[in-house]
């Protein structure tokens, strides 16, 4: 399995019914959970699979979250440890 970061190939997908975010990265799949409160989303939680982990997959997924629920016109809450981290360092990022 090719453990490369490709960012090109990393979709990330709003599961609206199960109040997460995913990424597919081959045969596996990264998520970030929400609550919706007050029309603002609280990122509460963010995984990656083991195996993937120190990849920048993380990274990835969070800024492809921030980009995602921006679009769709919602504000972020990073509540998560992780979640905060990145958004603290990325552009797309808020709290």
């Known amino acids: 399995m090719d453990n490369n970061l490709k960012t090109a190939n990393l979709k990330v997908h709003h599961d609206k019914d199960n ?19 007050n029309e603002k989303m609280h990122l509460t939680y963010s995984e990656v699979p083991f195996k993937l982990r120190g990849h920048g997959y993380g990274k990835e997924l969070v800024e492809g979250t921030f980009e995602q629920l921006t679009k769709e016109g919602y504000k972020a ?5 992780y979640i905060k981290a990145v958004a603290r360092r990325s552009e797309n990022g808020t709290q």
């Open 19 to 37: 109040l997460k975010f995913t990424m597919a990265i081959n045969d596996e799949v990264a998520m970030i959970t929400y609550k919706l409160v």
């Open 77 to 81: 809450v990073a509540v998560c440890s």
